[in-house]
T-cell receptor, first 117, second 110 residues
Framework: SAVISQKPSRDICQRGTSLTIQCQVD?????MFWYRQQPGQSLTLIATANQGSEATYESGFVIDKFPISRPNLTFSTLTVSNMSPEDSSIYLC??????????????FGPGTRLTVL | DAKTTQPPSMDCAEGRAANLPCNHS???????VYWYRQIHSQGPQYIIHGLKNNETNEMASLIITEDRKSSTLILPHATLRDTAVYYC???????????FGTGTSLTVIP
């Protein structure tokens, strides 16, 4: 399967600041997604990162708060802007359509654990 | 996408088979049943998926009922490392997002 890395693995941030999370894949993929997992909760999709165009956001998530970039087929970033303690979560990148694994399923990165004070 | 229902928690003795049920009574004809697991807040790990036939791989077996309204994930010889939250998800084959429910927290007991 695809090897997915995320940076940073964890961070502690002050409220009002922003953090950019990077997702790097070892092979080209068709689709990339960003999820959030709040403490004790299941995963919630934030958006689909589209290569060369604006991301597609799920209900309840907006571009001003979670800007996403996807400059090529192996890399994406998610920024959590103007953070508050409610943004404390694990943020996960996932990919689909990789040539190094099944093309009909998603593979997940290790996640970025964010704590906002 | 169709919804799924899973028991919130289960225990299994080490070395025994773990049978995790999932109900998906509103599944559509073109939707697959996927299983993932998440170990201690790591990224979810793909286990197996199927459409209507039973499937087996090196990790598990997936049994889907003939009417496709329910399925069972079978871990044939559970180990302590299988302790995790297991998610059952239904989705069309490609390109759509996965909607994660609350899953089943499986605890393998020594």
């Amino acid at each position: 399967s695809a090897v997915i890395s995320q940076k940073p693995s964890r961070d502690i941030c002050q409220r009002g600041t922003s953090l950019t999370i990077q997702c790097q894949v070892d092979s080209q993929v068709t689709m990339m997604f960003w999820y959030r997992q709040q403490p004790g909760q299941s995963l919630t999709l934030i958006a689909t990162a589209n290569q060369g165009s604006e991301a597609t956001y799920e209900s309840g998530f907006v571009i001003d708060k979670f800007p996403i970039s996807r400059p090529n087929l192996t890399f994406s970033t998610l920024t959590v802007s103007n953070m508050s303690p409610e943004d404390s979560s694990i943020y996960l990148c996932s990919v689909e359509g990789t040539t190094s694994g099944r093309t009909d399923t998603q593979y997940f990165g290790p996640g970025t654990r964010l704590t906002v004070l | 996408d169709a919804k799924t229902t899973q028991p919130p928690s289960m225990d299994c003795a080490e070395g025994r088979a773990a049978n995790l049920p999932c109900n998906h009574s509103t599944i559509s004809g073109n939707e697959y049943v996927y299983w993932y697991r998440q170990i201690h807040s790591q990224g979810p790990q793909y286990i197996i998926h199927g459409l209507k036939n039973n499937e087996t791989n090196e990790m598990a077996s997936l049994i889907i009922t003939e009417d496709r309204k329910s399925s069972t994930l079978i871990l044939p010889h559970a180990t302590l490392r299988d302790t995790a939250v297991y998610y059952c998800i239904v989705r069309v084959a490609t390109g759509n997002q996965f909607y994660f429910g609350t899953g089943t927290s499986l605890t393998v007991i020594p």
